[in-house]
């Protein structure tokens, strides 16, 4: 079985300063790993994602990722916030098993101050 | 490529009438999914299909809940008969048969179901 747990509903940040948003996930194998971002009255779009390599992985407008294996993590960071960024971001776990199923955490919705 | 294309993007109907709604996913992606999102429930994966099969609809929250996918470049998820508690944001999402491979979203369709 595969979940994916995020800390927190709700982050909120200052424009400037820097952005964590937390996801731990659970899979018996290696999974597969992506960042999501959902702006208002849109669908979901591709941040970032971890397949195999390099456990640090960049994405769209700055955000970067960074797989952590021994403690089952794959926390999304940012060293500066900007008001475009506000949105909710949503963890993704996913495996080949025959067929290839996302599960997604419950979200994050970032909130940046002026 | 125009990207998942969903239809339509709001619905309003009566309890107890049917809705159906479609999706066309990219052309060449062979899997298909469909989710709901929900303030209560977040996103969850009702079904997904993988060269227009079903692989798993444990998601599926009830009998009055269906899909189908007919063809490679379409599919349908049918209520009926609809209650208050489906209203929800329905998305349409596809990719490659790979994990390597993230989902493309559709914009959503927005029930309300009165």
């Known amino acids: 079985a595969q979940s994916v747990t995020q800390l927190g509903s709700h982050v909120s940040v200052s424009e400037g300063a820097l952005v964590l948003l937390r996801c731990n996930y659970s899979s018996s194998v290696p999974p597969y790993l992506f960042w999501y971002v959902q702006y208002p009255n849109q669908g979901l779009q591709l941040l970032l994602k971890?397949?195999?390599?390099?456990?640090l992985v960049k994405g769209i407008n700055g955000f970067e990722a960074e797989f952590k294996k021994s403690e089952t993590s794959f926390h999304l960071t940012k060293p500066s916030a900007h008001m475009s960024d506000a949105a909710e971001y949503f963890c993704?776990?996913?495996?080949?098993?025959?067929?290839?199923?996302?599960?997604f955490g419950a979200g994050t919705r970032l909130f940046v101050k002026a | 490529d125009a990207g998942v294309i969903q239809s339509p993007r709001h619905e309003v109907t009566e309890m107890g009438q049917e809705v159906t709604l479609r999706c066309k996913p990219i052309s060449g992606h062979n899997s298909l999914f469909w989710y709901r999102q929900t303030m209560m429930r977040g996103l969850e994966l009702l079904i997904y299909?993988?060269?227009?099969?079903?692989?798993?609809d444990s998601g599926m929250p009830e009998d009055r809940f269906s899909a189908k996918m007919p063809n490679a470049s379409f599919s349908t998820l049918k209520i009926q008969p609809s209650e208050p508690r489906d209203s929800a944001v329905y998305f349409c999402?596809?990719?490659?048969?790979?994990?390597?491979?993230?989902?493309?979203f559709g914009q959503g369709t927005r029930l309300t179901v009165v």
């Open positions: 999402a596809s990719s490659l048969t790979d994990g390597n491979t993230e989902a493309f």
């Open positions: 971890y397949t195999t390599g390099a456990t």
């Open positions: 993704a776990v996913a495996r080949n098993t025959g067929g290839f199923k996302t599960i």
């Open positions: 299909f993988n060269n227009n099969v079903p692989i798993d």
